[in-house]
């Protein structure tokens, strides 16, 4: 079973994978993340570091899935392992489409036919939703901010978010970032326990 954790930057999706690790040992979940699992995930945050091409940085981001859904995540679904992401194809999705929209008309059409059909569908992601203002406010004490992480950047990513969560009601749930991390943590892993067991 694949289950996604999915957000902008800020909404403490890094605070909840960890809290997800300690409330879900027992049932051993492999935790992974987009970009990173493969050393595709380094030049990949070199990339996004030198603010390279858009569209040499979206393909980069999607060389990084294809790795990962190669060496991590298709050989774990195979052993029947939980497999939890941090981000996966619906991030492309939401910021991609943000980046790539000056450069050609329905970057997410693009965006999506170049996923093409060798992804996997998620069983379940988990939308963090948080204004803006609060997103930025947790990210302010954090050193080299990227070129996401400005307001009018995030506030079209999160947007996309809601769209795609919008199309497909059945895989998404959304989550107020806002509530305390505690709240959210146990929500998430008492949904994804049920989820579990009713496989
Ligand atoms: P992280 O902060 O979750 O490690 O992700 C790094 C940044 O990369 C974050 O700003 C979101 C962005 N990102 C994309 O723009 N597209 C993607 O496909 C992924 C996985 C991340």
């Given at each position: 079973?694949?289950?996604t954790?999915?957000?902008?930057?800020?909404?403490g999706?890094?605070?909840?994978?960890?809290?997800?690790?300690?409330?879900?040992?027992?049932?051993?979940?492999?935790?992974?993340?987009?970009?990173?699992?493969?050393?595709?995930?380094?030049?990949?945050?070199?990339?996004?570091?030198?603010?390279?091409?858009?569209?040499?940085?979206?393909?980069?981001?999607?060389?990084?899935?294809?790795?990962?859904?190669?060496?991590?995540?298709?050989?774990?679904?195979?052993?029947?392992?939980?497999?939890?992401?941090?981000?996966?194809?619906?991030?492309?999705?939401?910021?991609?489409?943000?980046?790539?929209?000056?450069?050609?008309?329905?970057?997410?059409?693009?965006?999506?036919?170049?996923?093409?059909?060798?992804t996997?569908?998620?069983?379940?992601?988990?939308?963090?939703?948080?204004?803006?203002?609060?997103?930025?406010?947790?990210?302010?004490?954090?050193?080299?901010?990227?070129?996401?992480?400005?307001?009018?950047?995030?506030?079209?990513?999160?947007?996309?978010?809601?769209?795609?969560a919008?199309?497909?009601?059945?895989?998404?749930?959304?989550?107020?970032?806002?509530?305390?991390?505690?709240?959210?943590?146990?929500?998430?892993?008492?949904?994804?326990?049920?989820?579990?067991?009713?496989?």
């Amino acid at each position: 079973m694949l289950i996604t954790i999915e957000g902008i930057d800020g909404c403490g999706k890094s605070t909840l994978m960890g809290g997800l690790e300690a409330a879900l040992s027992d049932i051993n979940p492999l935790f992974t993340r987009e970009p990173g699992a493969t050393w595709i995930g380094d030049q990949v945050r070199r990339g996004i570091a030198e603010e390279i091409d858009p569209i040499a940085e979206a393909l980069l981001f999607v060389a990084d899935h294809a790795a990962h859904l190669a060496e991590v995540i298709r050989p774990a679904l195979a052993e029947h392992r939980l497999v939890i992401s941090d981000r996966y194809s619906d991030s492309r999705y939401a910021y991609q489409q943000v980046t790539l929209a000056p450069l050609f008309p329905e970057p997410l059409l693009w965006l999506r036919s170049v996923h093409g059909n060798w992804t996997v569908r998620p069983d379940r992601t988990y939308l963090l939703t948080i204004p803006i203002a609060d997103a930025l406010d947790r990210l302010d004490g954090k050193d080299g901010r990227e070129h996401f992480e400005r307001a009018e950047v995030l506030e079209q990513v999160q947007k996309n978010y809601l769209a795609l969560a919008e199309e497909d009601p059945q895989r998404f749930v959304l989550v107020d970032a806002l509530q305390e991390r505690e709240k959210i943590c146990t929500f998430i892993a008492g949904d994804i326990r049920n989820l579990w067991q009713s496989l």
